[in-house]
């Protein structure tokens, strides 16, 4: 049995949560990923995957195997890149990941990496902040840029360094195109916004619970007219007229090309969301970290950061 692969497979099972899938992912058949979870478990002597008629998760004995796999593949990847790369030139791929309110920020950061050090291969993935701090916490994230406000609350051992700063608009669809690009309009109330048919992120989503707590903050409830996952569903929908969005201003700047629509900056209260990269604080960093890390905290990223995401200042 090839334990490194076995791991790897048990890995790619507990992402798709389907045999069929996940042997597909790993580029074999599904009767060799069965097989090797098999082996894993003759070799450890306990169950590891609850099986029915379709997979039904892992059992607690299999959680503790899976965490030990995603500690052994990143300890294999962080080895790999030190005897494949000199120092001063960082290889292999690096496992990011944003909400979907940062993403825009996250792919100019990883376009940035990757252009300074074309052998580092970013691997960018949209998350929930929960799924986001899970990966960071089992290792199978290494940098994630999301809210930093909840890692106190998460009881994950968690570094940060600091981005930008979070605020909020109401985007909406303009009476008539303005000349050139999206314009930033008046002030408004919380409380007005409230009365506006409004397109939000699901309730699971940290962004929801920060409006959510706003709008409270406010006096008022919100009752949204679309409720999605996807922040390109909220552009759209407010770019088709009819309705609109409460959207922070990293995601304003990504829009700010359509002269069809305007942003009116929410006030009365004033929130402000601390934003910022965060990684595991118990591990070593691989040579593609330690490159990722230096980029976040250079100053010239930062004036970048900040002048992506100006219309929120």
């Given at each position: 049995?090839?334990?490194?692969?076995?791991?790897?497979?048990?890995?790619?099972?507990?992402?798709?949560?389907?045999?069929?899938?996940?042997?597909?992912?790993?580029?074999?058949?599904?009767?060799?990923?069965?097989?090797?979870?098999?082996?894993?478990?003759?070799?450890?002597?306990?169950?590891?995957?609850?099986?029915?008629?379709?997979?039904?998760?892992?059992?607690?004995?299999?959680?503790?195997?899976?965490?030990?796999?995603?500690?052994?593949?990143?300890?294999?990847?962080?080895?790999?890149?030190?005897?494949?790369?000199?120092?001063?030139?960082?290889?292999?791929?690096?496992?990011?990941?944003?909400?979907?309110?940062?993403?825009?920020?996250?792919?100019?950061?990883?376009?940035?990496?990757?252009?300074?050090?074309?052998?580092?291969?970013?691997?960018?993935?949209?998350?929930?902040?929960?799924?986001?701090?899970?990966?960071?916490?089992?290792?199978?994230?290494?940098?994630?840029?999301?809210?930093?406000?909840?890692?106190?609350?998460?009881?994950?051992?968690?570094?940060?360094?600091?981005?930008?700063?979070?605020?909020?608009?109401?985007?909406?669809?303009?009476?008539?195109?303005?000349?050139?690009?999206?314009?930033?309009?008046?002030?408004?109330?919380?409380?007005?916004?409230?009365?506006?048919?409004?397109?939000?992120?699901?309730?699971?989503?940290?962004?929801?619970?920060?409006?959510?707590?706003?709008?409270?903050?406010?006096?008022?409830?919100?009752?949204?007219?679309?409720?999605?996952?996807?922040?390109?569903?909220?552009?759209?929908?407010?770019?088709?007229?009819?309705?609109?969005?409460?959207?922070?201003?990293?995601?304003?700047?990504?829009?700010?090309?359509?002269?069809?629509?305007?942003?009116?900056?929410?006030?009365?209260?004033?929130?402000s969301t601390p934003i910022g990269f965060m990684s595991q604080g118990s591990v070593r960093p691989s040579r593609a970290m330690e490159a990722a890390l230096v980029l976040a905290q250079d100053q010239a990223w930062l004036r970048h950061a900040a002048h992506s995401v100006l219309l929120s200042a």
């Open positions: 049995m090839n334990l490194l692969a076995s791991m790897r497979y048990l890995v790619a099972l507990s992402e798709h949560r389907h045999f069929g899938r996940a042997a597909e992912a790993c580029h074999i058949t599904q009767p060799a990923l069965s097989n090797a979870v098999r082996a894993l478990e003759e070799e450890f002597k306990v169950v590891i995957v609850q099986r029915g008629r379709a997979y039904a998760g892992l059992t607690p004995e299999g959680e503790r195997v899976l965490a030990t796999a995603h500690r052994m593949l990143r300890e294999h990847r962080v080895l790999e890149q030190e005897l494949g790369s000199p120092a001063n030139r960082p290889r292999g791929p690096l496992r990011m990941a944003a909400v979907p309110t940062t993403v825009p920020v996250l792919a100019r950061f990883a376009t940035l990496l990757q252009i300074q050090h074309s052998s580092i291969v970013p691997e960018v993935r949209v998350m929930s902040s929960r799924d986001m701090e899970t990966g960071l916490e089992n290792l199978s994230l290494d940098l994630a840029l999301g809210y930093t406000g909840r890692m106190n609350t998460q009881g994950a051992q968690l570094s940060a360094w600091p981005q930008y700063t979070e605020h909020y608009f109401l985007l909406r669809r303009a009476a008539r195109p303005h000349p050139d690009q999206l314009q930033i309009g008046p002030k408004m109330r919380w409380k007005d916004a409230a009365k506006l048919p409004l397109a939000l992120m699901f309730r699971d989503r940290h962004n929801r619970a920060i409006i959510e707590a706003a709008f409270a903050a406010a006096g008022v409830a919100v009752k949204p007219a679309l409720e999605t996952n996807s922040v390109l569903v909220l552009a759209v929908s407010v770019l088709e007229g009819g309705i609109c969005s409460v959207l922070p201003g990293a995601l304003v700047g990504a829009v700010r090309g359509y002269r069809e629509l305007e942003a009116l900056p929410l006030t009365e209260p004033d929130v």
